[in-house]
């Protein structure tokens, strides 16, 4: 049996006739990867977040924010006496979570229903709550250069929540702050 060239020329293609050498490729190039990966998170070189869509526009929430990402739940159970913009508590595994329409909250409009329509559960030791946005687009990487205090205009208003942004190339996007929007009083006064 041949060695596996460890040489990074090595194509694919001219591997498919040798399942377990490609396996070995495979494997070395996952670890290279994984190990660049590994280098860039100690340097703390890497930010990763969670890209949502809202009202047409594009944000990120930090990764250690997001607990996890769910469809609309359904049934939800209104709250009576409640603000508007919670929709009501769900049942995920067996614990209670407010279902709140981020949208409304800011005063934005309710979020219309559709497909793509998920829940963010934030990830906060004292205030649970599921944030219902248009579309979640999955994580997204960034170096710590592309970072910018900068805040940039939006058509939510969501300014005072917003903790700067990452611009890369012609896109900016702007980190919207969970912690900071789940303490401030206008959220956690939430009773109509």
């Known amino acids: 049996m041949s060695e596996v060239p460890s040489a990074p020329e090595v194509h694919l293609k001219a591997l498919r006739d040798r399942p377990f050498e490609l396996l070995a490729e495979l494997e070395r190039r996952g670890r290279a990867v994984s190990a660049t990966a590994d280098q860039q998170a100690s340097t703390g070189r890497e930010w990763v977040g969670v890209a949502l869509r809202m009202a047409g526009e594009l944000y990120l929430v ?11 739940p359904s049934p939800l159970t209104r709250v009576p006496g409640a603000k508007s913009w919670i929709l009501g508590l769900a049942n995920i595994r067996g614990q209670l979570l407010p279902v709140i ?60 929540y917003i903790a700067g942004s990452f611009r ?10 969970l912690r900071s929007l789940l303490e401030d009083p206008a959220f956690t006064g939430a009773s109509a």
Do not use: K, M
């Open 101 to 160: 329409d981020l949208r409304a909250f800011l005063g934005n409009g309710a979020t219309p229903p559709s497909r793509n329509t998920r829940v963010i559960v934030v990830n906060h030791r004292e205030i649970p709550a599921g944030l219902l946005v248009d579309e979640v687009l999955g994580f997204r990487r960034f170096s710590d250069s592309e970072f910018t205090a900068d805040r940039p205009s939006t058509i939510v208003y969501c300014d005072r």
């Open 62 to 72: 930090a990764r250690e924010e997001a607990r996890e990402v769910l469809g609309v």
């Open 168 to 177: 890369r190339g012609s896109e900016q996007w702007p980190v919207l702050g």
